[in-house]
C-alpha cells in the first residue's frame, strides 16, 4: 500500500533523457501553455495513455459481446464529453485513441483563463490563478492544472474578493491598449533610455555650438 505520505507519482519520465527532437518540441509545449516544467506535460500524458488504454481494453471486451463493457463504455464516452474533451453525441472508443495531449491542456484553467481575455500571458494566467485571483462559479480555485469541464467553462471569472474584479485596476487594461502604448516605441525602433541620451547628445552639441559662436575673449598682456 505504501506511506500516503510519500504517494507513487503519477506520471512516467521519457526513457531516453537526451533526445533532442523530444526536447525541443515539449520546451515549445511548455512555452506555449506556460506550463511551470515538465512533469505538468508528463502528467497530462499519462492521463492520455490511461485513457487509451482504457479505451483498448474496452473495444477488446465488447467485441467478446461483454453487457458490463458497453455499459463502461458509455459511462467513459461521458465522462469525457463533460470534461469538453469529446463531443456530447457521437463519440465512439475511437475517439478516445485519436485525443492528443493538447487537448488536456486546452482544458486546463491556466488555458482558459487566457484564452477568456482575463489574462494577457500564459505566465500572468497562472500567477493569477495561484494568488486566488481566479474563480469557478463564486468558488476561488488556485489550481492552474484544474480541468475544467464544459458546464464550469462559462463560470470562470474573477473572484469577488480580489482588487483584480475592479474593472479600473491597472491590470485590467487589455492587450489591445498595450499593444497601442507600446506602438510607438517599436515603430520607431528605439527604447526610452536611447531617446533620452539622443536628448542629451542634442544638448551637449548645441552648447559647444554656442560656445564657439561667442567672440574669444583678448589676452591680457
Known sequence: MGDPKFPRRSYD??????????IKSETETCKLYGLKNKRELWKAQ????????QSKNLQARVRLNDEQAELESDLLLKKLARMGLLPMDGSTLDDVLGLS???LLNRRLQTLVQRKGL????????QFIVHGHV??????V???????KRSEEEKIAFNAHSPISNELHPLRAGPKQEARAEAPV????RTPNAERVEKEIKQVEGDETE?????????EE
Do not use: C, F, M
Request: aromatic share 4%; glycine share 8%.
Open 13 to 22: 519520465a521519457p526513457s531516453h533523457p537526451w533526445r533532442g527532437e523530444r
Open 46 to 53: 499519462a492521463a492520455l495513455r490511461n485513457l487509451r488504454t
Open 101 to 103: 495531449s493538447e487537448a
Open 119 to 126: 489574462a494577457t500571458t500564459p505566465k500572468q494566467a497562472r
Open 135 to 140: 474563480s469557478i462559479d463564486g468558488r476561488k
Open 142 to 148: 488556485t489550481i492552474p492544472g484544474y480541468l475544467v
Open 186 to 189: 517599436a515603430r520607431e525602433g
Open 211 to 219: 560656445s564657439a559662436d561667442l567672440p574669444e575673449r583678448p589676452q
